[in-house]
T-cell receptor, first 115, second 113 residues
Framework: AQSVTQLDSHVSVSEGTPVLLRCNYS??????LFWYVQHPNKGLQLLLK??????LVKGINGFEAEFKKSETSFHLTKPSAHMSDAAEYFC?????????????FGTGTQLKVEL | ETGVTQSPTHLIKTRGQQVTLRCSSQ?????VSWYQQALGQGPQFIFQ???????GRGNFPPRFSGLQFPNYSSELNVNALELDDSALYLC????????????FGPGTRLTVL
């Protein structure tokens, strides 16, 4: 079965400092992995996705993630946090179901950005 | 390009009632997935529709059912509402290739009293 574990439920950083949100995955085959962001009272927005191409994936708003098969990790990073980055972040793995795919979400990491 | 839209935005029902939530896919997408997000948790997969047929289902009871229409819009129906059904219900649309990104709507907040 596919699953993801987000290692931190809350992360707090100062504006302008690096962001690291950690995610480990479990999958019986080469997975598709995603990071989504959810701002308060909003839907989910895709930050980036990995689908077995380059292991370093660049996303929107300066975020990137590196797929490390040996460590079964897909950590999300950003060199410099901005106040607008404060939100809930979800690491997601995709599982094929018949002709489609099912997304399995982690429990989320709440990112707080302080002045 | 029109994004995924959902209606209504908020809904209050009482235990035992039935509810219908609606979703319009992003232009060109033929696959719709529904997710339930309880407060403080990640979304949970309910089911997916492709070409008007259910195409995968999560661990939800049969009182959760759905429809997809020829224009690819979709409905989620929940019968015999329970207090634990209170959640944000998210719809996502995509193309049929399993590697395609799912694009989410803003959700419908359902409160069951």
């Amino acid at each position: 079965a596919q699953s993801v574990t987000q290692l931190d439920s809350h992360v707090s950083v100062s504006e302008g400092t690096p962001v690291l949100l950690r995610c480990n995955y479990s999958s019986s085959y080469s997975p598709s992995l995603f990071w989504y962001v959810q701002h308060p009272n909003k839907g989910l927005q895709l930050l980036l996705k990995y689908t077995s191409a380059a292991t370093l994936v660049k996303g929107i708003n300066g975020f990137e993630a590196e797929f490390k098969k040996s460590e079964t990790s897909f950590h999300l990073t950003k060199p410099s946090a901005h106040m607008s980055d404060a939100a809930e972040y979800f690491c997601v793995v995709s599982k094929l179901t018949g002709g489609g795919n099912k997304l399995t979400f982690g429990t989320g990491t709440q990112l707080k950005v302080e002045l | 390009e029109t994004g995924v839209t959902q209606s209504p935005t908020h809904l209050i029902k009482t235990r035992g009632q039935q509810v219908t939530l609606r979703c319009s896919s992003q232009s060109g997408h033929n696959t719709v997935s529904w997710y339930q997000q309880a407060l403080g948790q990640g979304p949970q997969f309910i089911f997916q529709y492709y070409r008007e047929e259910e195409n995968g289902r999560g661990n939800f009871p049969p009182r959760f059912s759905g429809l997809q229409f020829p224009n690819y819009s979709s409905e989620l129906n929940v019968n015999a509402l329970e207090l634990d059904d209170s959640a944000l219900y998210l719809c996502a649309s995509s193309f049929s290739d399993p590697r395609d990104t799912q694009y989410f709507g803003p959700g419908t907040r359902l409160t069951v009293l």
